[in-house]
């Protein structure tokens, strides 16, 4: 699957493991259900550590691993399924996730600006030809009326930091 990261392709530096595998060495990304079971020996690794999180789960059970999570997957099972939209909000903007917030599953091209919008600055695309049309889609608008966990400025925002001219008084 091509990976866009911070708007460009990249490479996956991290391997996915089964729950019955063995840990390899290396940046790992593993289930939900394994990261709770073994949550204290993974976080412990000198390896980053990454976690497949499924969209019907609550996030909340993250909190106290964000600060050692390297990467949180969050899956869109199917385009119209958004509950991941919500996740990535709440992982940014109630627990302040910092790092990488990966979209994986049925990520398509023409949801990808809202997902930037939601949190989201990884994308794991099934086409190659989504992974090159994601800039386009993210450049398709510069301003937004809505504030979200992107860092990006609101309407309003532009307005008040840019007043235009005073009206003139007739």
Do not use: C
């Not at 530096?13 to 073994?38: M, N, Y």
């Not at 976690?51 to 990467?71: I, Q, T």
């Not at 919008?117 to 301003?143: C, I, P, Q, V, W």
Request: aromatic content about 10%.
């Amino acid at each position: 699957m091509p990976l866009v990261k911070n708007g460009a392709p990249a490479e996956d530096i991290f391997t996915a493991v089964a729950d019955d595998a063995a840990l390899p060495d290396g940046p790992v990304l593993v289930s939900a259900e394994r990261f709770l079971k073994e949550a204290d020996t993974l976080v412990a690794r000198n390896d980053e550590i990454g976690v497949l999180w499924p969209n019907a789960r609550d996030v909340a059970e993250l909190k106290p691993y964000l600060s050692r999570l390297s990467v949180v997957a969050l899956t869109f099972p199917k385009f119209r399924d958004g509950r991941a939209y919500s996740q990535a909000r709440l992982l940014r903007e109630r627990y302040g996730f910092k790092g990488e917030l990966r979209a994986v599953g049925n990520v398509l091209r023409d949801q990808a600006l809202m997902m930037a919008r939601a949190g989201f600055d990884a994308f794991a695309f099934e086409k190659a030809a989504d992974a090159d049309a994601f800039n386009k889609a993210l450049a398709t608008y510069s301003h937004f009326y809505q504030p979200t966990g992107d860092g990006r400025a609101t309407a309003r925002d532009v307005r008040v930091a840019h007043p235009g001219p005073a009206p003139v008084e007739g």
